[in-house]
């Protein structure tokens, strides 16, 4: 059975920061591209950023570029995240999600990330 | 960027009854490869989004076949042709063939 699980979501201070982790199991984490994608609550869907099978490709979207770092271990099935120089509008459900050839196609349950003083 | 813009934003429907959301792209989502890179997702009341239909029109893996896509260019469009109790959710349109960009939801509730 494929599984993504995040964690590391918490209550964070604005400028704070934070390294969400995702760990994979059922299928071949080194076959596949990656993504994280957020819901800020009661919105819909953002991509965020994206890494490559190498991490030798890598993106983000314009409202996190600068300020968040993905990046993988593919000795440990992890993907993560870290986020720098949080704002309020950073705010929401993050998901990690598997990401071959242009396709989202399993996503984990989310973890929360809220930024507030 | 690419906008991608969803009508309705709400769909109230009758069990057993057809519906049907539309979705239009800014630009074209031909990539330079031939492929469109258009997908549909299911989003069910505190569950996380789920694949229903990728490049236009191929079912993702245990998605029923009353999901169909179809559409081209800029165009897209996702059909229930009958609807039932467990399709209630939010359905999003995406693109990943320029930085991968959302429509902003159609939610879908029964009549």
């Known amino acids: 059975e494929i599984q993504l699980v995040e964690s590391g979501g918490t209550l964070v201070l604005p400028g704070g920061s934070l390294r969400l982790s995702c760990a994979v199991s059922?299928?071949?984490?080194?076959?596949?591209?990656m993504s994280w994608v957020r819901q800020a609550p009661g919105k819909g869907l953002e991509w965020v950023s994206y890494i490559s099978v190498s991490s030798s490709t890598i993106y983000y979207a314009d409202s996190v570029k600068g300020r968040f770092t993905i990046s993988r271990d593919n000795a440990k099935n992890s993907l993560y995240l870290q986020m720098n120089s949080l704002r309020d509008e950073d705010t929401a459900l993050y998901y990690c999600?598997?990401?071959?050839?242009?396709?989202?196609?399993?996503w984990g349950q989310g973890i929360l990330v809220t930024v507030s003083s | 960027d690419i906008v991608m813009t969803q009508t309705p934003l709400s769909s109230p429907v009758t069990l057993g009854q057809p519906a049907s959301i539309s979705c239009r792209s800014s630009q074209s989502l031909v990539h330079s490869d031939g492929i469109t890179y258009l997908s549909w997702f299911q989003q069910r009341p505190g569950q996380p989004p789920r694949l229903l239909i990728y490049r236009v029109s191929d079912r993702f893996s245990g998605v029923p076949d009353r999901f169909s896509g179809s559409g081209a260019g800029t165009d897209f469009t996702l059909k229930i042709s009958r609807v039932e109790a467990e399709d209630v959710g939010v359905y999003y349109c995406m693109q990943t063939t320029h930085f991968p960009s959302f429509g902003q939801g159609t939610r879908l509730e029964i009549k």
């Open positions: 999600v598997r990401n071959p050839s242009r396709l989202l196609d399993y």
């Open positions: 059922g299928f071949t984490f080194t076959n596949y591209d």
